[in-house]
């Protein structure tokens, strides 16, 4: 079975073989336009790491994605003094959701290059 990192490597090298073919100056404001939009797979996961609360999202893009967990660990710091175990599982949840993003930054990342490096070409 192919791992989804891989089917991310094999469609970042065919967009590298598309981007090729183009003609030079072409080819420089493909990369000049790519260069600007590409994200680095590191400040993801150091964000993610940091904030555990959802601003990784941000950093791709992903504003719903960021608000909810947002929203969900301030709920959760608010539920804390109210009804404490909701509020523990509140911010589980969004801890929970995060470790896998964490663990899986590379393969992120590059799924979001791709789509950027798409939409350019």
Not at 22 to 45: C, F, H, I, M, N
Not at 68 to 93: D, E, K, N, R, Y
Request: hydrophobic share 50%.
């Amino acid at each position: 079975m192919v791992s989804s990192e891989e089917v991310e490597l094999l469609r970042e090298e065919k967009l590298r073989v598309l981007a090729g073919e183009l003609s030079g100056d072409e080819r420089l404001l493909y990369w000049t336009e790519v260069q600007k939009r590409l994200k680095d797979p590191d400040t993801y996961a150091a964000m993610n790491f940091a904030f555990i609360f959802g601003l990784h999202h941000f950093y791709l893009g992903k504003w719903i994605q960021g608000l909810l967990a947002i929203g969900l660990f301030t709920a959760g710091l608010i539920t804390l003094f109210i009804v404490p175990m909701a509020g523990v599982l509140l911010i589980a949840c969004v801890v929970c959701s995060a470790i896998p993003a964490l663990f899986r930054s590379d393969t992120i990342v590059r799924q979001h290059n791709n789509e950027v490096m798409e939409q350019i070409y």
